[in-house]
Each structure stands twice: as structure tokens, then as C-alpha cells.
């Protein structure tokens, strides 16, 4: 057991390193789609305070493709300010600096909360405060495990009509549940699902908006459907993070494990594992094998911001969803692209703070956040 939690701590840092080969790639995303992937980053990146303080304020000399490594290890750790760091992609980690973000007050990060609507029009809160056990009509029931997951339950049935509930992540909240065959489900924020009270026959089917990272339950007589804006994400047992919010440029399918078939307009795409495809509104695809930006693409899984060569509309985009903030912007807008790492479980203004540190400043006024030159 303790040789191989090292030589899952060796594959986490050449992955870190841009050094990990097919197969070390491969056992790095099943840490992720089993939910290790934290713990071995713990270990991997133990480092002395000093040395790591050294690192952040340029004092000690790094070849390049080590920066993230002591970013994402100050995360983990805690050893910079807001136990969280910030670079920005093809330069030195910059030299902490006085907060400079203009705010009336704080916000709050996100929390695990969902409201849940029956087909009826009925609906009910779902979080740390809800009743652990809602019965509902024909039968079904959703019970919270001790572990905090809701699992939604329901009789075999062979009706012919299919009741259809749905599942909102708010702005401010994501969410993990259970469908009733066994796959996993985790929204993000300002996520919805919709999905059918059982799953009697033929394909399963649930209806995508915004965000959501699935653990398919395989089932080789009956495919699964996610179907997203124009697209259907068809999978026989998988794991994969769909991301269709109406104000991203395209809709974004990462896959992490097995294989899933892309269905838009009449043309098909197949995808394997450590690949991303985009599709935009004109039906332009572009398709992606890079370790990191799969990694970017589901780190809010477990619960970090993570960017990869991304422009701050992308970045601000995600930090409104997070901390329920509408975003605007005043003056010129950068054309630097961002790369890094920002733990979900910050307050805003210490995500601020991280993100000022490459030169770009916030205005907060209530829920209302302004990008400033």
C-alpha cells in the first residue's frame, strides 16, 4: 500500500511537471474521477514554508515548469494568503502586494444547495438543513446519505407516462446527487437538471443547463442521453463534465473515462478519454488532447478555479456563478490570458486579492462587481 501511494505521489508530479506519459495520465484522471486526487496532492507537494515563501517572492531561481507545482502546492497547504496563489501564464509568481479591491462588503463563497421542482410545479430546498428523507408522489423518494449526497429513489414501473423533476443549482450553490440507476451527479452553479422520475426502458435520458460533471452508472442495454441546447452526449457507462451555460461561446464536453458519442445537426463526433470538444452555436468544432486543460476543465469538481490560457471574461464569468455577483466592466479590457489555481472555499475578496496580483483591479458595490483596468 505505501509503495503504490508513492507511485501515485510520482505520477502527480510529472503530471504537474508536464512530464507524465498515456499510461501515468491515465491513472491521474481515475484519481480524479474517484476523489484521491486531493490527498495525494497533499502529500506530493509537501515543501518547507521557507522554501515555498522564497519561491513566491522570487528569491529563489526555478526552471519554468515548476511553477505550478508550487502553485497548486500553496493551495493545498495553505501557505500564502488566502491558502490560495495566482500567476499569471509565461511569468514569475508575483510579489504579494497590499489588497487594493474596493468593497463595501465581502461575499461569501458558494455552498452544496438545490432547490428541487416536481413536475407539478411543487418544490423544496434541498441543503444541510432539509429533512433527510422527502417522499414524494408515485412512490419516489430522495434520502441524504450520512455523507451528505441526496439519492433519489424510485419503484420499477412500466407506465407509459414518465413524471419529470428537476434539480437547480442557484448561483452561489452546486450540488451532488444520485440518479435512481446509480449515477452520480455534482452541478455546479447556476445548474440544472432535468430528469425523469424513472428510467422504464429504452435510452436514459436527462436534460442539461449550464454545468455538471457525471458519474455514469453502466448499463449496456440502455445508453445515457445527456441532452444540452442543440446537442445529445450519448454514453453506455462513463465519466464526463458537459459545460452548456447560454453565456459560454460553446459547449464544452470533457471526457474523462470511456467513450461518448457527440450528436449535433445530423453530424457525430466520438471522443476518448483525456479529450475535450467544443462546439459553438455555428456548429464550429474544435477538439482538444491537453492534460491541463482537462484538468482546468473539471477542477471545480473538487473544488478549486482553475484556468488554463484563459481571457478574465472566462475568468469573471465563473467567479459571478460562484459568488452570485453580476459582472461589469469599466475602461479597456486586458488581453492577457490567465493561467492558475483559486481554492471555491474563498471569501470573494480573497479571490480578488489572488486575481489582482496580475495587474487587474475590482470595483464591488453590493452584488454588482466592476472589472477596472
Known amino acids: 500500500m505505501i509503495r503504490k501511494r508513492k507511485h501515485y505521489r510520482e505520477i502527480v508530479r510529472r503530471y504537474l511537471d508536464h512530464k507524465a506519459s498515456e499510461e501515468e495520465l491515465e491513472v491521474f484522471f481515475s484519481l480524479i474521477r474517484e476523489g484521491k486526487l486531493n490527498r495525494h496532492l497533499r502529500t506530493a507537494m509537501k515543501r518547507d514554508e521557507n522554501d515555498l515563501l522564497k519561491q513566491f517572492t522570487g528569491e529563489e531561481e526555478r526552471a519554468s515548469g515548476r511553477w505550478r507545482t508550487y502553485a497548486i502546492a500553496a493551495i493545498i497547504c495553505g501557505l500564502v494568503v488566502g491558502a490560495a496563489t495566482w500567476w499569471r501564464a509565461g511569468h514569475r509568481p508575483i510579489t504579494p502586494v497590499a489588497p487594493a479591491v474596493t468593497a463595501v462588503k465581502d461575499m461569501a463563497p458558494g455552498r452544496s444547495h ?8 411543487k418544490s423544496f430546498d434541498l441543503d444541510s438543513d432539509s429533512k433527510s428523507t422527502l417522499t414524494l408522489p408515485a412512490g419516489t423518494r430522495l434520502v441524504r446519505t450520512a455523507a451528505g449526497e441526496w439519492v433519489y429513489t424510485s419503484p420499477v414501473t412500466k407506465e407509459a407516462t414518465v413524471l419529470y423533476n428537476t434539480i437547480s443549482a442557484p448561483r452561489g450553490g452546486q450540488f451532488p446527487f444520485m440518479l435512481e440507476d446509480g449515477t452520480r451527479v455534482w452541478l455546479n452553479a447556476a445548474s440544472s437538471l432535468r430528469f425523469p422520475t424513472a428510467f422504464p426502458g429504452g435510452n436514459r435520458e436527462v436534460f442539461l443547463e449550464g454545468e455538471a460533471y457525471f458519474e455514469v452508472a453502466p448499463d449496456v442495454h440502455r445508453s445515457f442521453v445527456v441532452r444540452v441546447g442543440n446537442e445529445a452526449v450519448t ?16 459547449i464544452r464536453t470533457t471526457l474523462i473515462d470511456g467513450s461518448v458519442r457527440i450528436e449535433r445537426n445530423g453530424a457525430s463526433i466520438l471522443m476518448h478519454p483525456g479529450e475535450i470538444a467544443s462546439i459553438t452555436d455555428d456548429a464550429r468544432v474544435d477538439r482538444l488532447a491537453d492534460a491541463d486543460a482537462v484538468g482546468a476543465s473539471v477542477a471545480w469538481r473538487t473544488g478549486y478555479f482553475s484556468f488554463d490560457q484563459d481571457d478574465i471574461r472566462t475568468v469573471m464569468r465563473q467567479i459571478g456563478r460562484w459568488y452570485d455577483v453580476d459582472i461589469r466592466y469599466e475602461g479597456p ?11 471555491r472555499d474563498l471569501s470573494l475578496m480573497q479571490a480578488l486579492t489572488i486575481l489582482e496580483k496580475s495587474q487587474v483591479h475590482f470595483r464591488l458595490d453590493g452584488k454588482v462587481l466592476t472589472v477596472l483596468p
Open 114 to 121: 438545490a432547490v428541487l421542482t416536481l413536475q407539478g410545479g
Open 235 to 250: 454514453v453506455l457507462g462513463t465519466t464526463f463534465n458537459v459545460n452548456g451555460y447560454p453565456d459560454e461561446p460553446a
Open 333 to 343: 479590457v486586458t488581453g492577457e490570458l490567465f493561467g492558475g489555481t483559486i481554492g
